[in-house]
Nanobody, 126 residues
Framework: VQLQASGGGLVQTGGSLRLSCAAS????????MAWFRQAPGKEREFVAG????????NYADSVQGRFTISKDNAKNTVHLQMNSLKSEDTAVYYC????????????????????WGQGTQVTVSS
């Protein structure tokens, strides 16, 4: 499956952005999907994800209550709605997928996901 992330940009503190991850060559309903981010000088970290079943979501503590991951099976796209953005949310955001995860498992480690998009930059300014 190929993944194309989009929707990043520059936003002020407290603002919102909606990231999209369009999949081709596979259907998002068959994959565990996740968003990760990587800030300069830091390791790639888990942000939010879906299990393969689509029924289980998981969020990093740092974004819980502010970010929402959703899946549009008809458009074969996964979204990340980001509200109340903070300067520490500044990073390159990546979407990722894995077709071999257990059905009810949300992969939170980068090595658990096989397919990666190219990343989209999110910059939050004060």
């Amino acid at each position: 499956v190929q993944l194309q992330a989009s929707g990043g940009g520059l936003v002020q503190t407290g603002g919102s952005l909606r990231l999209s991850c369009a999949a081709s060559g596979g259907t998002v309903s068959s994959y565990a999907m996740a968003w990760f981010r990587q800030a300069p000088g830091k390791e790639r970290e888990f942000v939010a994800g879906f299990s393969r079943s689509g029924r289980i979501t998981n969020y990093a503590d740092s974004v819980q209550g502010r970010f929402t991951i959703s899946k549009d099976n008809a458009k074969n796209t996964v979204h990340l709605q980001m509200n109340s953005l903070k300067s520490e949310d500044t990073a390159v955001y990546y979407c990722a997928a894995d077709g071999g995860s257990p059905w009810a498992f949300v992969p939170r480690r980068p090595e658990n996901l096989v397919y990666w998009g190219q990343g989209t930059q999110v910059t939050v300014s004060s």
